[in-house]
C-alpha cells in the first residue's frame, strides 16, 4: 500500500478480555516495529521485526503481549487479559534500510474500561 | 539506556516567526542517528529532518533547520516563517548504530503557531 496501514482505529473492551491490533507496513519494508504511546509521552518500543522473526522484542511490558508477522509483511499485536494500564495508543512503523527513518501508521488507540 | 531529554513541554510562535525546539541526548556511541518528528492531531508521525552524527553540516529541509552540537550532545529544530500547519506535537528522536534497530524518543514538545 501507498502507507503503513493501521486496524482497527480505536477500539473499546473490558478489562480481561483479547485484543488483536493489526498493520501493514508499506510494501517492502522488512523492517517493523511496534510502538505504545501514552497521552502526554513519546513512543516506547515494544517490539521490531526484520522479516518474519521478532530481531528484538525487549520493549514487550510482560507475557501478556505478543506479536507476530508470520510472512513477513502484516504484523499482530496480541495483548491477553488486558488491563487498563494497556490503555494507550499502539504505533506500528515500517522501515526499508537497516539505518532508515520510521514511517509511521495512523496508531491504534485502545481503551480498556 | 540512550535517553532523549526535550525541556520545553510546550513552545508557541506567532505566524511567519521563528522558533527553536531544544533537544539533548546522551550516549557513548560515536555514530548514531538524530530525528525530528511532527505528530498532528491525527497521530501519524511524519518525519520533518534527520541528521547523521559524521556529519558535520547541519542537516536542512525548506524552512526547518537543524543545530547538531556532538560534543555537547544536542540536536535542536529551528522553524523559520512558522505556518499554521506547523503546530503539532514534535518529537526528537535518537537510534544509534551499535544498539540494534531501537529508536528512543523525547517526551515531546506541543508547538502552538500563534495566528
Known amino acids: 500500500g501507498a502507507g503503513v496501514s493501521q486496524t482497527p482505529s480505536n477500539k473499546v473492551t473490558e478489562k480481561g478480555k483479547y485484543v488483536e491490533l493489526r498493520c501493514d507496513p508499506i510494501s517492502g519494508h522488512t523492517a517493523l516495529y511496534w510502538y505504545r504511546q501514552s497521552l502526554g509521552q513519546g513512543p516506547e518500543f515494544l517490539i521490531y521485526f526484520q522479516g518474519t522473526g521478532a530481531a528484538d522484542d525487549s520493549g514487550l511490558p510482560n507475557d501478556r503481549f505478543f506479536a507476530v508477522r508470520p510472512e513477513g509483511s502484516v504484523s499482530t499485536l496480541k495483548i491477553q487479559r488486558t488491563e487498563r494500564g494497556d490503555s494507550a495508543v499502539y504505533l506500528c512503523?515500517?522501515?526499508?534500510?537497516?539505518?532508515?527513518?520510521?514511517?509511521f501508521g495512523e496508531g491504534s488507540r485502545l481503551t480498556v474500561l | 539506556a540512550q535517553t532523549v531529554t526535550q525541556s520545553q513541554p510546550e513552545m508557541s510562535v506567532q505566524e511567519a516567526e521563528t522558533v527553536t525546539l531544544s533537544c539533548t541526548y546522551d550516549t557513548s556511541e560515536s555514530d548514531y542517528y538524530l530525528f525530528w518528528y511532527k505528530q498532528p492531531p491525527s497521530r501519524q508521525m511524519i518525519l520533518v529532518i534527520r541528521?547523521?552524527?559524521?556529519?558535520?553540516q547541519n542537516a536542512t529541509e525548506n524552512r526547518f533547520s537543524v543545530n547538531f552540537q556532538k560534543a555537547a550532545k544536542s540536536f535542536s529544530l529551528k522553524i523559520s516563517d512558522s505556518q499554521l500547519g506547523d503546530a503539532a506535537m514534535y518529537f526528537c528522536a535518537y537510534r544509534g548504530s551499535n544498539t540494534g534497530n531501537q529508536f528512543y524518543f523525547g517526551t515531546g514538545t506541543s508547538l502552538t503557531v500563534i495566528p
Open positions: 541528521q547523521e552524527a559524521y556529519k558535520q
Open positions: 512503523a515500517s522501515s526499508l534500510f537497516f539505518t532508515g527513518e520510521l514511517f
